[in-house]
């Protein structure tokens, strides 16, 4: 006997999903670190007119504030909506809606973040995580380095990247050009 799982009803999943700002403000690891990094970045021009073309537009992201690729990539995105009109973003936390986490397995690992593009009619547009492709690659062929080296090269790799490689792979996520 087959069990289909039922579809994500997006619409109220959003009405549920709280600000990057309740997020960071009831977050209980990094809470600094989160708001440091969200101090920091800066949303570049082109993405404030690829985002401004895409709008409107949802993004919804499954995120702990405990993970590290979650606070170096999600507050660029927070930036992002704050820059642009139309462009707005809440917040899932993964461990409380484990039927979502499970529709965007990585690999079959429940990696985070998960950005799932939305249009406004709450239709997915596609979907981005857990990290940037480019670094995904090189962690990939690097497993062989101790854990704490590992981390250290991703921290660099993040601080180097400002947050471009994220914005460009959202943003072509949520224009159809396919989820990553």
Known sequence: ???????LDFCSLWDTAISF????????????LWRGVYRQARVPDWARREA????????????????NDAVSTIPVLARLADAVPGVDLRILRRDEHPAVMDEYLSDGARAIPIVI??????????????????LEAWVQAHRELPKP???????????????????????ATAAGEGSL
């Open 1 to 7: 006997m087959s069990t289909a799982l039922a579809p």
């Open 117 to 134: 593009a939305l249009d406004t009619e709450c239709g997915e547009l596609g979907h981005w995580g857990s990290r940037p492709s480019a």
């Open 21 to 32: 700002n309740q997020f960071v403000d009831e977050a209980t690891t990094a809470q600094e």
């Open 52 to 67: 401004a073309a895409l709008a409107p537009l949802q993004l919804l992201v499954l995120a702990e504030d405990w993970c």
């Open 149 to 171: 080296d590992r981390n250290r090269e991703i921290r660099r790799w993040y601080a180097r990247d400002q947050g471009n490689s994220t914005l460009r792979e959202v943003l």
